[in-house]
């Protein structure tokens, strides 16, 4: 830090409070309680880092800047307003990915310029410049994925092969430039070349199933490309916020892997995460899957002390979340308890069908999570399932030939009767046929989720 | 800054990043992401000071790019994030707010 004079100290102290509202702002996000006012404290956060950022010593280029900042703040707003919560994952991706585009852009701009950096600075320009590489474009290809841009994933023999030589040789890159032995503007080039393709290479063979994994790691990863071009510029703001980012992402990360089921090395280098090619496996089923009538589950339902819902991804395709919150309505004036059991894959990342659920008007305390709700499917009179499958299939639990076979699921057999919402009959997504459906305590009601469920509440009136 | 200062920094950061959210629920998995990708937008404040002192066109260009960048990820992280979180209301305030929305 060069001199004391007002504007760079006035920047310090901003940095200083940008970092302490970034950090309860977080705090108050990991409770449902406070999350609301988490994020507007990180926000205030960003606005007065932002404003002091204006006055920093030196500082040229200014119509460049805001002419940036106003077309690209107004392409994400919108964006940001506009999408359905169905496909909020991708946003994440995709905003994050234009993080780590700009963590790499921002070591572009040093290592072209050249001279002035010390071997440390270089070197962490070269690291930061890499990882925010990676992060861009593979974020990017996750955005793909999940948007339905990109629908194969692309896998060969050697593939993990082929990425270690893309990584080695964006090492030796960063090595000639931060060692100083030739940093050239073609040597640079080749750095973040390679790292483009590194993150391409990286992400296109993990399925669609994975991604909500490998979109929290490159959150991760752009954190800490973040903080190493902080320490290059000496902006403790971003040191502070990329690091913290860096770490809780991390552990978000392993969270995630393991409500889903998977290790992350699993996730990354095992290329699979679309369950084909395990179909055929599974024990047969015995018994018979047995029809029942809307009205006959109102009155189930509306005569019951306590019923159970299970929702799964597939209740949010058919867009029956708002009309499965009025039937609760209808059921909590019964006097009916009503509660909703959410597993951890439900949606299309952990805690996705929380949103989803929140946006329909249930509240939070209505919602409970696998270890939380296992317990009471036992005094539940009627479980509801819509939607969901797998999540709910006790083979899971005794059938070791079962691919599920070890994955923690929903005890909905346990209830005294279970209701399932489904198209038609047929194998879930994964392809394994589910024993819920056949147990003697199981009945199917057929139909479209939505109109299934607007029978329900007809049914439930009528009572 | 010195190294050492510096390094100082990085290590009780990351010690807080993982203190932060090392207890929460997986209801808030996915809003949590996406509040901690909005942090990151941090990046934004970086990115104008390596446009603010870019003087060739090369470096201009890439810094116009790279402010560009930031600037959606500060932005959009924080409107998908703050969609979210407005929707988490407990039993109590969806009472009084749905007797108010009911015509």
Not at chain 1, 42 to 56: K, R
């Amino acid at each position: 830090m060069p001199d004391y004079f007002s504007a760079a100290a006035l920047i310090q102290v901003s940095y200083l409070v940008t970092a302490f509202l970034f950090i309860m702002g977080l705090k108050r996000m990991s409770s449902p309680v406070t999350a609301r006012s988490g994020i507007l404290w990180a926000g205030a956060g960003m606005v007065v880092a932002t404003l002091a950022t204006f006055f920093y010593p030196g500082m040229t280029n200014y119509p460049l800047i805001i002419i940036a900042v106003v077309i690209g703040g107004t392409i994400a707003w919108i964006s940001g307003r506009r999408v359905a919560m169905t496909n909020i994952p991708q946003m994440i991706a995709l905003y994050n990915g234009m993080g780590g585009g700009a963590a790499a852009a921002i070591a572009a701009v040093e290592l072209y310029r050249g001279g002035g950096m010390s071997g440390t600075e270089a070197t962490l320009a070269v690291v930061g410049g890499l990882i925010g590489a990676v992060s861009f474009s593979g974020s990017l290809i996750a955005f793909g994925k999940l948007q339905g841009l990109i629908r194969k994933s692309l896998r060969f023999g050697g593939q993990q092969f082929l990425n270690l030589l893309i990584l080695a040789g964006a090492i030796v890159c960063g090595a000639l430039i931060a060692s100083g032995i030739n940093a050239s503007p073609m040597v640079v080039t080749g750095l973040f070349a390679l790292s483009l393709l590194l993150g391409l290479s990286m992400t296109l063979p993990i399925g669609g199933a994975d991604m909500p994994v490998v979109i929290s790691l490159y959150n991760a990863l752009t954190g800490l490309a973040v903080a190493f071009e902080g320490f290059v510029l000496g902006n403790a703001a971003m040191i502070i916020a990329g690091t913290v980012v860096g770490s809780a992402g991390t552990l978000l990360t392993q969270l995630m892997a393991r409500a889903m089921n998977r290790s992350l090395a699993n996730v990354l280098f095992s290329g699979f995460g679309d369950t084909g090619g395990a179909a055929a496996a599974g024990g047969t089923v015995s018994g018979s899957l047995k029809p029942i009538e809307a009205s006959d589950v109102g009155v189930m339902m509306a005569f019951a002390q306590k019923v159970i819902i299970v929702p799964g991804y597939g209740m949010a395709v058919a867009q029956a979340q708002h009309k499965v919150w009025e039937l609760c309505q209808l059921l909590i004036d019964h006097g009916v308890t009503v509660r909703f059991a959410i597993h951890p894959v439900a949606g299309r990342m952990p805690g996705h069908m929380n949103v989803l659920l929140a946006e329909a008007g249930v509240p939070y305390d209505l919602i409970a999570d696998l270890d939380e709700i296992n317990s009471e499917f036992e005094t539940a009179d009627v479980a509801l399932i819509i939607g969901a499958n797998d999540v709910v299939n006790p083979v899971a639990r005794n059938d070791k030939s079962s691919p599920i076979y070890g994955m923690p699921i929903l005890n909905a057999d346990k209830a005294k009767n279970v209701i399932v919402i489904k198209r038609g009959q047929g194998a879930g997504f994964s392809g394994i046929e589910n024993a819920l459906f056949y147990l003697d305590n199981t009945r199917m009601l057929y139909g479209d989720g939505q109109a299934a469920v607007a029978q329900l509440i007809a049914a439930v009136k009528a009572v | 800054m010195t190294g050492i200062v510096a390094l100082y920094i990085f290590m009780l950061a990351a010690f807080t990043g993982y203190e932060v959210i090392a207890k929460v629920p997986v209801i808030l998995h996915t809003p949590l992401m996406s509040g901690s990708n909005f942090v990151h937008g941090i990046v934004l404040v970086g990115a104008m000071v390596a446009l603010g002192s870019a003087t060739s066109p090369l470096e201009k260009s890439i810094g116009f790019i790279g402010v560009l960048l930031a600037a959606g990820n500060a932005v959009g992280g924080y409107a998908v994030t703050e969609r979210m979180l407005e929707m988490f209301k407990s039993s109590g305030a969806r009472g009084a707010a749905g007797a108010k929305g009911k015509h």
